[in-house]
């Protein structure tokens, strides 16, 4: 019996010290993880974090993935910074096993610049490139520079012709990156008087991750005012506007690009229209299965409970421009109609409701309601009717007022109930297109590649982004700068290689969890193999 308690103890204590340990390790981790992040210049919408060792990149050769995404020419950049740098055998020492960031930043006129930036170990000096240079055939010529003040060298890849510049921009950190403005931006960023820009992966997660993904959702709309003429374009506008950061970690798939995580949300700010959705539970997403064969790029929202989603709408309009408005158009239409439209259309919406973008233009809003009949004969009361079961609403912003933002584009729309769904469009023959769809089962999920993606899809979420890329191509070509559209179209390889991409939030304790995938398409998948 004595031997047993001593060895139950032993255990105890061997078990208390690995745990110990592990997680002190993890916790290095993190830290190590956030000294490195915040050295990077907080106006990066995303960052992308790996491993500098061999097991990785192993993975990936001959994986056309991050080629489709960055095309060729970053992607050949990087390649060569990897065999001339990261992997050279002179400073394996220093670099081997470093986790790596690279950043992505929007420049003056119509550059998007990369930032890559990781940590060295303790003994490495810049004396170390002079050896470089000793080195036969080294495809380098490197100089000293003063680079906003910090001392760095120039790098100049014989292969590429371009020059990298590299500065030392904190203690046992090294920043790069092919643009000088934006290597002098790094060099005169003071992390000190800025707030940090990104969230970081719980400890298990990270741990357990083959590649990292940061998002700072607020940054992204300087990035789409790069990509597109218009800087107000509605191309999924709330998403950019969110105020929230995500910490994803990557899920290797051959023919598909996937993460999943957190994303969280700004405390003490007034917040975005995609917070309201925060308060509700996750709900199975089945409205996109009568989603329009054309169907470009569409936002779907899920609700568990629409009371409370109504009365969270409400209190965010509260604190808008729209509480005047609004307050003022509901008391119209129950002076006029007799009806308290707020409390009557909630009763009557289902948990569901999207706006779908067609490759033509269309804008249509689906809204799944609990009873057809009854939601008909609520708006023959407030409309001018055209038919049995078409009208137009006699009232502005009526989409806006009872859905939010995302129907702000429907200004005084038409309308259709169709068994238990109710349609809004801004023509009779947007009504009518999606009519001929609705009755003929033409429906996205009946067509090529769709549930190859669906699959890899979460079945519940509040919020869902989707776009398929080939229907978008149209629209992208009357709104993307040329330079941009262009390669999205004509690189190969290149976007057009994809399918569609989605970005899902789930809520999660006030929070969200978010998924985000990105599927090549059946015929480029087939060829890569």
């Known amino acids: 019996m004595k031997r047993l308690i001593f060895a139950t103890i032993v255990l105890l204590i061997a078990t208390v010290l690995v745990t110990v340990f592990y997680f002190r390790n993890l916790n290095n981790t993190t830290q190590h993880t956030s000294l490195v992040l915040r050295t990077i210049p907080n106006n990066a919408s995303l960052i992308f974090e790996f491993n500098n060792e061999k097991g990785f990149y192993d993975i990936f050769t001959d994986n056309k993935l991050f080629t489709n995404i960055i095309g060729e020419e970053k992607m050949a950049e990087l390649a060569e910074l990897r065999k001339l740098i990261l992997l050279n055998p002179l400073f394996q020492p220093y670099l081997s096993g470093q986790n790596v960031f690279i950043s992505l930043h929007p420049q003056n006129g119509n550059d998007i610049d990369f930032l890559l930036t990781t940590s060295i170990s303790k003994g490495f000096e810049f004396e170390l490139f002079d050896q470089i240079l000793k080195q036969p055939k080294s495809g380098i010529v490197i100089n000293t520079a003063n680079l906003a003040g910090k001392q760095g060298y120039t790098i100049y890849l014989n ?3 371009k020059r990298f510049y590299l500065i030392e921009t904190d203690e046992h950190t090294l920043s790069g990156s092919f643009s000088k403005d934006l290597i002098e931006a790094c060099a005169k960023y003071d992390y000190k008087k800025e707030k940090q820009a990104f969230v970081l992966l719980s400890d298990r997660q990270s741990s357990n991750s083959l590649a990292n993904l940061y998002v700072n959702y607020e940054a992204l709309s300087p990035l789409f005012e790069q990509l597109f003429i218009n800087k107000n374009v509605d191309f999924f506008k709330s998403f950019r506007q969110l105020p929230a950061f995500a910490a994803l970690s990557l899920n290797y798939k051959s023919d598909a690009l996937m993460f999943n995580g957190s994303t969280q949300l700004h405390d003490g700010l007034a917040g975005s229209y995609l917070n309201i959705f925060s308060n509700q539970q996750p709900v199975i997403n089945q409205l996109k299965e009568i989603f329009p064969s054309t169907t470009a790029y569409c936002i779907n929202f899920s609700v568990s409970d629409p009371k409370r989603f109504e009365s969270d709408l409400s209190d965010w309009q509260s604190n808008s421009n729209l509480k005047t408005e609004k ?12 009806i308290d439209l707020k409390a009557e259309f909630t009763r009557l919406l289902g948990n569901e409701f999207a706006l779908v973008t067609t490759r033509y233009q269309e804008k249509i809003a689906i809204i799944q309601v609990k009873d057809g009949s009854k939601m008909q004969t609520l708006l023959v009361n407030m409309s001018k009717m055209s038919g049995a079961n078409t009208g137009q609403l006699n009232y502005d912003k009526l989409p806006q007022l009872l859905l939010g933002d995302a129907f702000g584009i429907l200004k005084k729309p038409y309308f259709k109930v169709m068994d238990n769904y109710l349609v809004f469009s801004n023509s009779t023959s947007e009504i009518a297109s999606y009519d001929d769809s609705y009755i003929n089962h033409k429906f996205i999920n009946k067509t090529d590649g769709y549930n190859a993606f669906n699959e890899l899809l979460s079945e519940r979420s509040n919020i869902s982004f989707f776009v398929q890329l080939k229907n978008t191509l149209p629209l992208f070509k ?14 190969v390889p290149g976007w057009k290689n994809f399918y569609g991409a989605s970005w899902q939030f789930t809520s999660s304790e006030k929070n969200y969890y978010t998924n985000f995938c990105m599927k090549m398409t059946i015929d480029t998948a087939a060829e890569k193999k």
Do not use: C, Q, R
């Open 159 to 161: 292969d590429l012709k």
């Open 478 to 491: 009357e709104e993307m700068k040329p330079e941009f559209y262009d390669s999205f179209e004509n690189s």
């Open 327 to 338: 307050t003022a158009i509901f008391n119209k239409i129950k002076t006029e109609t007799g």
